[in-house]
């Protein structure tokens, strides 16, 4: 049996973008009043899009390869759960306890609510139509747009020698004689521009990367260093390629600890790497490839550690590598990243295109001030979906694994730090991702808190403007331990005297298209702890009709990610705030706080441990708030359970109901509109 849940599509109003808005709302009486009208589909149905195709569900993390819990869906009941709007008067409320679900502390980015304050109107006023999701081109709120360097900060321009097929794919003759032949007089170019002097991205020295004579446009490298004060600029139509050769990547030069399948999967150096340095850019119209399609090659002749194809025909590739491990042997892929920032201050991404990454695309852990600014990220293209792995599956965002998109996280502590003044504690803060495009085959973006509580703290991150394609979506966790050792940080706002893990996340005018998740909260009870305040406004969503691990879920905040053994660690998920959400087609949800005597727990592969099962039971409700929150469909699957739930004025249609540990507080209905979603779902910004 199937059932849908009916609104009246509001009037689509072509507006100009207003930055600073306030709210408008239309009451329940108006809704209920025209609830048979048709079926809110305004902002389309289908769930395949553009240039983005259909996901896997199996998510990965930086330390673990982790499998997600497998929580057995309860159907949507709406005689269990009546749709909202609900009136209050029939729906006794049941207030929130201060203690668990204190006032949020601010978040840096002012928020972006949904339009303009209008008062109250009745059945025969028709609303304004709500904020134009994914449309803006400009938020004042925001720092300026970082721009590409003056002709004056050039320090070293190199030309391509190389040339990329029509594909934009190398030929094997490229690096026949040289697995990285650009390698050298690019790091010595980086090395000769060190500028400690530099304050910030105009003054920095720049390496540029251009084009050379008879249509030359490409370089190879292997693993590069970037240096304080050094931007490199990799020109329109150039391509930098990362070498495919694994020696180009081991941490120790002679021991091979690259390109194999092992326990862990720390054995890569990136192909940029810029560890303890302070303002540092890679900007530019150009492009970062990182070749994970194709066969791998070595510079070390018969090198027993380069891993070959089960059928003997030729070597494997970085993804084949991925795949084996991660869906086969279930270990680790050791496979490079293309651009590591580790434990500096002042990173900037801005316009470069990045793509075919062999695993994580950008990851800044514990650094303190990145931004990502006009960056594109598309995993795998197409010359290689035309390609088929080692077991004959075509090349996609599912086979393409541990391709994460934008990882920001926290670090351990750090005790040097030479030409980087400052202390560095391992915290990840001050970041901001704007109107970038991510399609991959991971979470287009994980924010993380450290696997254990010697990792610092995350905190004032800031995503706008921004669509998210094929990926797990956009996600926090699963690592969310870090406190710093319990040190005290006076950046952090403490909930009731606990200073949280991850903190003051800005997530507005986003669009998630074709990823099989879409605001998710994941973690366990191996690696979490508290996470607070984090904010979602403004968001459209669009799930696929299906993945290969499971069915999507626009919506998902879980503690119980993957089975591993109790740590002590436990999730607390609070003061979570969506506002302004709508999911377009049907999709599953789950709301969960963590319970120590869940059944959950008592599922295959967890395990108490040596710190047995906590008695009195642990539990921390997950304490999230919903305003405006739209699904145009009946949700396919609903799961709630020991959770905190207060609706807002502008309410939900999702059927949230005082049950499984479950209290729900309604605010009196006042009027609003949905999200408008009509220009949100667009195709890849391709070059």
């Known amino acids: 049996m199937t059932y849908d849940i009916h609104f009246l599509a509001p009037r689509i109003i072509t507006r100009p973008f207003r930055p600073i808005m306030k709210y408008t709302r239309f009451n329940a009486a108006w809704l209920a009043a025209f609830s048979a009208a048709l079926t809110l589909s305004a902002c389309g149905g289908s769930s395949s899009s553009q240039g983005a195709s259909q996901a896997s569900a199996t998510t990965s993390d930086a330390v673990n390869n982790d499998t997600p819990s497998a929580t057995p869906a309860a159907p949507f009941d709406p005689a269990s759960n009546p749709a909202v709007p609900v009136d209050p008067a029939s729906t006794p409320a049941v207030p929130l306890d201060p203690a668990s679900d204190p006032v949020a502390p601010p978040v840096v980015t002012p928020d972006q609510p949904a339009s303009d304050a209008v008062p109250a109107s009745d059945a025969s006023v028709t609303p304004p139509a709500g904020f134009q999701v994914g449309t803006t081109t400009f938020d004042p709120a925001l720092p300026p747009e970082p721009a590409l360097p003056a002709s004056s900060q050039i320090c070293a321009t190199l030309p391509a020698t190389l040339t990329a097929q029509a594909n934009g794919l190398l030929p094997d003759s490229a690096d026949a004689l040289d697995t990285a032949p650009d390698m050298s007089r690019i790091q010595a170019a980086l090395d000769s521009c060190k500028n400690t002097a530099s304050t910030g991205l105009a003054t920095n020295k720049v390496v540029h990367l251009v084009s050379g004579p008879n249509g030359a446009n490409a370089f190879i490298a292997g693993a590069l260093n970037m240096s304080s004060g050094t931007t490199l600029w990799i020109d329109k139509g150039v391509t930098l390629f990362a070498s495919r050769d694994p020696r180009r990547y081991d941490k120790t030069k002679g021991t091979a600890s690259c390109g194999i399948i092992t326990a862990s999967d720390n054995g890569c150096l990136a192909l940029i790497n810029a560890s303890k340095i302070a303002n540092a850019a890679v900007v530019g119209d150009g492009v970062i490839d990182g070749r994970g399609g194709s066969p791998l090659i070595s510079s070390v002749a018969n090198d027993p550690n380069l891993m070959k194809r089960p059928d003997g025909n030729g070597t494997m590739s970085w993804w084949d590598i991925g795949w084996m491990a991660n869906k086969v042997l279930n270990q680790a892929q050791n496979n490079p990243r293309l651009v590591q920032i580790s434990n500096g201050r002042n990173f900037t991404l801005y316009r470069v295109t990045l793509q075919n990454a062999p695993k994580f695309h950008v990851v800044p852990s514990g650094i303190d001030g990145f931004t990502a600014w006009g960056v594109k990220i598309y995993t795998p293209t197409a010359a290689y979906e035309a390609m088929k792995n080692y077991l004959g599956m075509p090349y996609s965002p599912d086979t393409a694994k541990n391709t994460d998109g934008i990882d920001p996280g926290s670090s351990g502590t750090i005790t040097s730090n030479a030409g980087n003044p400052g202390v560095l504690t391992g915290d990840a803060s001050n970041m901001l991702i704007a109107y970038t495009s991510i399609?991959?085959?991971?979470?287009?973006?994980?924010?993380?808190?450290?696997?254990?509580?010697?990792?610092?703290?995350?905190?004032?991150?800031?995503?706008?403007?921004?669509?998210?394609?094929?990926?797990?979506?956009?996600?926090?966790?699963?690592?969310?331990?870090?406190?710093?050792?319990?040190?005290?940080?006076?950046?952090?706002?403490?909930?009731?005297?606990?200073?949280?893990?991850?903190?003051?996340?800005?997530?507005?005018?986003?669009?998630?298209?074709?990823?099989?998740?879409?605001?998710?909260?994941?973690?366990?009870?191996?690696?979490?702890?508290?996470?607070?305040?984090?904010?979602?406004?403004?968001?459209?969503?669009?799930?696929?009709?299906?993945?290969?691990?499971?069915?999507?879920?626009?919506?998902?905040?879980?503690?119980?990610?993957?089975?591993?053994?109790?740590?002590?660690?436990?999730?607390?998920?609070?003061?979570?705030?969506?506002?302004?959400?709508?999911?377009?087609?049907?999709?599953?949800?789950?709301?969960?706080?963590?319970?120590?005597?869940?059944?959950?727990?008592?599922?295959?592969?967890?395990?108490?441990?040596?710190?047995?099962?906590?008695?009195?039971?642990?539990?921390n409700p997950l304490s999230i708030s919903l305003n405006n929150v739209v699904a145009d469909v009946a949700p396919l699957n609903f799961i709630v359970a020991d959770a905190l739930v207060s609706i807002g004025a502008g309410g939900t249609s999702l059927p949230f109901a005082n049950a499984n540990g479950v209290q729900v507080t309604r605010a009196a209905s006042t009027t609003v509109s949905p999200v408008d979603c009509s220009q949100a779902f667009v195709p890849f910004p391709m070059q």
């Open 439 to 619: 399609r991959t085959g991971d979470d287009n973006m994980a924010i993380k808190g450290g696997t254990g509580t010697v990792n610092g703290r995350t905190y004032n991150i800031t995503v706008a403007h921004s669509h998210f394609y094929s990926g797990h979506g956009m996600s926090i966790g699963s690592e969310m331990a870090g406190t710093a050792g319990g040190k005290s940080n006076p950046d952090v706002t403490p909930v009731n005297g606990v200073l949280p893990s991850v903190s003051n996340i800005n997530v507005y005018d986003l669009v998630i298209d074709g990823a099989d998740n879409g605001l998710r909260i994941k973690s366990d009870w191996s690696r979490s702890g508290l996470i607070s305040n984090i904010r979602y406004s403004n968001v459209c969503i669009r799930t696929p009709d299906s993945s290969p691990d499971g069915k999507p879920q626009a919506l998902i905040f879980s503690p119980y990610y993957s089975p591993t053994t109790n740590a002590q660690l436990y999730p607390n998920f609070q003061n979570i705030s969506l506002d302004g959400v709508r999911i377009v087609n049907a999709s599953s949800y789950t709301f969960q706080g963590f319970n120590s005597a869940s059944p959950v727990l008592q599922g295959s592969g967890w395990n108490a441990g040596t710190s047995g099962w906590p008695n009195p039971p642990v539990v």
